[in-house]
């Protein structure tokens, strides 16, 4: 079963995070829609945080331990907010199990295929050797020279945990991802369709959601709308959280 933060009492709110990150990433956020009136779920997905690992890895099965997460915990219709990797699990699962999604949010994420980039970060990732007792100041000198964006490092850092005294290590199941990366860009499959209401949230800065990409988005989400955050990246929610909440609180209301 999928690890999570459980707050709030009212309608199901379920919060998944993108590539690499956890729940911890959205602790704050998801107080305030707690605020709000919402029991909000916050997932850590397969192979992520505090959740199992385990050598499958895809959007179907992903989208599998969502469903069993809601089964388990008696939520028989939900909204959902997925970031990147998680807004594409939240797609797949509003597509299969159209019946238990009130409203759709998906942020800076199209339903179409991504190509492999995140090369630098996972050669930076695989350069930190644990065996060696690194302490968290050497492992982000050993992140540096592949990821220079101090941000995106502080992001990574998040998932590092003592495993016992002394031994750090990360929390994901970075073996799975080497093997498995091309996971991560799979398309939405074509018969897909979702016709509830839906909210596509993307940086202004950022490339993932093209005004060209709005046909293949209208033809999944035909009840679908678009936000744009102005002067962020692809991390919209951590890096302007207030407008964040108030696009996407206004869409859930």
């Not at 850590?44 to 331990?65: A, K, P």
């Not at 998906?106 to 991504?114: E, H, M, S």
């Not at 016992?164 to 991560?184: A, M, Y």
């Amino acid at each position: 079963m999928l690890y999570s933060r459980i707050e709030g009492e009212g309608k199901p709110l379920l919060i998944i995070h993108g590539f690499l990150g956890m729940s911890d990433n959205w602790k704050s956020l998801g107080s305030q829609y707690v605020l709000e009136g919402f029991q909000v779920h916050i997932l850590d997905l397969r192979n992520h945080g505090r959740s199992f690992h385990s050598d499958d890895f895809s959007y179907e099965i992903m989208t599998q331990d969502v469903f069993e997460y809601c089964q388990n915990h008696n939520l028989n219709q939900v909204s959902i907010v997925g970031h990147s990797m998680g807004g594409k699990v939240a797609m797949l699962f509003a597509t299969k199990y159209p019946t238990m999604v009130e409203k759709l949010i998906v942020a800076d994420i199209g339903p179409k295929y991504y190509a492999p980039h995140h090369q630098d970060i996972l050669a930076g990732l695989n350069a930190v050797d644990f065996s060696t007792k690194p302490d968290r100041a050497e492992v982000e000198e050993l992140l540096y020279p592949y990821i220079p964006d101090f941000g995106t490092r502080q992001f990574l850092m998040k998932n590092l945990y003592w495993k016992e005294p002394g031994q750090l290590d990360f929390r994901f199941n970075l073996k799975v991802f080497n093997e498995k990366i091309n996971e991560i860009g799979t398309k939405l499959p074509d018969d897909t369709k979702f016709e509830n209401p839906t909210l596509f949230i993307r940086g202004g800065n950022s490339n993932y959601i093209l005004d060209n990409d709005l046909p293949e988005i209208q033809n999944h989400f035909p009840n679908y709308k678009l936000a744009t955050i102005p002067n962020v990246g692809h991390w919209l929610h951590a890096e302007n959280p207030k407008m964040f909440f108030e696009e996407t609180l206004s869409f859930l209301k």
